[in-house]
């Protein structure tokens, strides 16, 4: 089914659509609790139903409107993923106003950072979190009006709104990079860029087909991010279907709220199947009403096991803050080649190539950096509008008219697209490409292994070296028989050039809200590891073996 490459007419911002949708499923459920994630929130668990949450966003829009919010001004939110989180969305862009999503993880320097880059204008968070936020926004020298979701907000005295009612080119929400690499930088996206993947998911149809008016969808992933603010919430918004985010990925209890929810879709990280693959096997295993995962990043060795066992596909995709549903690949027609890391092949309205090494066009199977644009005469239609205040990097990763990803991917005959690694990620080692997200993948599979994190470093001889920093399962001895065992584990999957030359024990790697490797952290850890007792030299395992 070919996805239209503009949205159609209708509704022109966030808050329009949501109230479209309100008044056509007026008796349907929009937001669901689970009875976990109540507990933890302290909230009522149960559905939440499209007129409540209308007639909540219509209150809330009232009350920030008497307080001077309006068309243009920005507002921090820091809710973690509870209700309110939408509802107050969905009031605040009503106005024109733009939401500045808070990761709950950020400290006070990330949080400095944040107020003052972003210029927000107040910021709505929970109580516990107010004294935080005040003392990140005096030490930059801000007075920011600070109150909480149950609370009257705060009057402001700033610049007045802009004149004119937002449309679908008004800033919707101001959306953080994560930072594995640098400095976040700030994404401007535009009412028209969560229109779109609403649409997007709507109408692509194939495995992740939707049916108007009956669809349940569970998350675990955070609200401040664009998975479950753009694809989540606005495919639910645009079918009239009912979203129920958890506080958080629980593996212990995943089933139990899949169950309780009533799902019939799911979003899923790479860190989740391997967890749910690691509890025994249960007559229940499959007593669900799933009809598709929806995510990025299984293990290869797990995705044919998992989809098995469980009884539904896992759908794997590939998108990125910067270029929302106007350069998303899914694979939700088949083949689907799974167990390849294979996320599809391009759609109707994308252009795409794969660059080589020295700006060459990559051959059939050959990795490269993957460019993206949507078709036509607006090749950033659907994307990230700039980065604020930073027109240099704009103009950078949009060099010559493509979006560079920074993805390293190959194209099989087939024209299917089969992710490698981050470009930034790949190790060069006496002229080979090596993956560390190939790697990893490898070394989670012994069972000695909890956490991995695979990195380069420097070599006199063979450029760089492979270098692992491992956190041991419970139950195993780190040392150097466990280092001996993981690379002999790894040279019997792996070439041997992949295999890892240094091995350390760590007590943790650095990980992202979402569960992600921070690739930026690791440059401390892996000089760390390397000068430690606890770093074993496995150069020497490494050897070519005869055809």
């Known amino acids: 089914m070919a996805v239209a490459v503009h949205l159609p007419a209708g509704p022109d911002t966030v808050f329009a659509a949501f109230k ?3 008044e056509r ?34 209150r809330i829009a009232n009350a920030y ?6 068309h243009g001004h920005r507002v921090g939110v820091l809710l973690e993923n509870r209700p309110d989180f939408f509802l107050h969305w969905f009031a605040l862009n009503s ?6 999503p808070i990761n709950p993880d950020m400290r006070a320097a990330e949080l400095e950072y944040l107020i003052g880059h972003s210029e927000m204008v107040a910021a709505l968070a929970i109580p516990s979190r107010h004294r935080d936020i005040a003392a990140a926004a005096t030490s930059i020298g801000r007075s920011l009006p600070i109150f909480g979701p149950n609370d009257a907000p705060a009057a402001i005295t700033v610049l007045p709104p802009k004149v004119g009612a937002p449309d679908r080119d008004s800033e919707c929400a101001l959306l953080y990079t994560s930072g594995t690499t640098g400095r976040p930088k700030g994404c401007v996206l535009a009412n028209e860029y969560f229109l779109y993947a609403g649409h997007w998911y709507a109408e692509i149809g194939g495995l992740i087909a939707m049916r108007p008016g009956e669809e349940r969808m569970l998350t675990p992933l955070p609200v401040f991010h664009m998975n479950a603010m753009a694809y989540s919430a606005m495919a639910m918004v645009t079918v009239g279907g009912c979203l129920t985010v958890l506080d958080r990925f629980h593996p212990k209890s995943w089933w ?6 009533r799902a019939t879709i799911v979003h899923y990280l790479g860190v989740m199947p391997p967890m749910l693959m690691g509890a025994s096997e249960s007559p229940r295993d499959k007593a669900h009403a ?10 290869p060795a797990l995705h044919a096991a998992f989809e098995a066992r469980f009884g539904f596909p ?18 939700s027609q088949e083949p689907r080649h799974v167990g390849t890391r294979c996320f599809g092949r391009p759609r109707d309205g994308l252009e795409t190539r794969i ?5 060459r066009e990559a051959a059939i199977d050959e990795p490269g950096e993957l460019l993206v644009r949507h078709a036509g005469l607006e090749p950033r239609y659907g994307f990230f509008r700039d980065y604020l205040k930073d027109a240099e990097a704009t103009a950078e990763a949009w060099r010559g008219g493509w979006f560079h990803t920074g993805d390293v991917v190959r194209r099989s005959r087939d024209g299917s697209l089969r992710f490698i690694d981050r470009k930034k990620n790949v190790i060069r080692r006496s002229g080979e490409n090596i993956s560390a997200v190939e790697v990893e993948g490898v070394l989670m599979q012994h069972p000695s292994v909890r956490q991995v994190v695979v990195a380069p470093v420097p070599d006199p001889l063979r450029g760089d070296e492979v270098f692992a920093c491992v956190v041991a399962a419970p139950d195993a001895t780190p040392g150097a028989a466990l280092a001996e065992e993981i690379v002999r584990f790894s040279l019997s999957r792996l070439a041997y050039y992949k295999a890892p030359g240094y091995v350390a024990f760590v007590d943790t790697v650095p990980l992202t809200s979402t569960q992600k490797i921070q690739r930026g952290g690791l440059k401390d850890l892996v000089a760390a590891s390397l000068a430690s007792p606890s770093c074993i030299d496995t150069r020497a395992m490494k050897k070519r073996v005869a055809a």
């Open 20 to 22: 479209s949708a309100a």
């Open 25 to 58: 499923y007026s008796h349907r459920p929009f937001l669901g609790v689970a009875a976990a994630t109540a507990a933890i929130y302290d909230i009522a668990p149960g559905d939440i139903g499209y007129a409540e949450a209308q007639a909540a966003v219509t």
């Open 65 to 70: 409107l008497a307080a001077g919010y309006g």
């Open 95 to 100: 106005l024109g106003v733009s939401l500045v």
């Open 256 to 261: 139990d709220s899949v169950r309780e929810s």
């Open 290 to 299: 799933v009809r598709f995962g929806f995510g990025a990043g299984v293990d």
């Open 314 to 331: 896992l759908i794997e995709a590939w998108a990125m803050t910067e270029t929302g549903a106007g350069a998303v690949v899914v694979a």
């Open 355 to 359: 660059v080589a090494d020295h700006g």
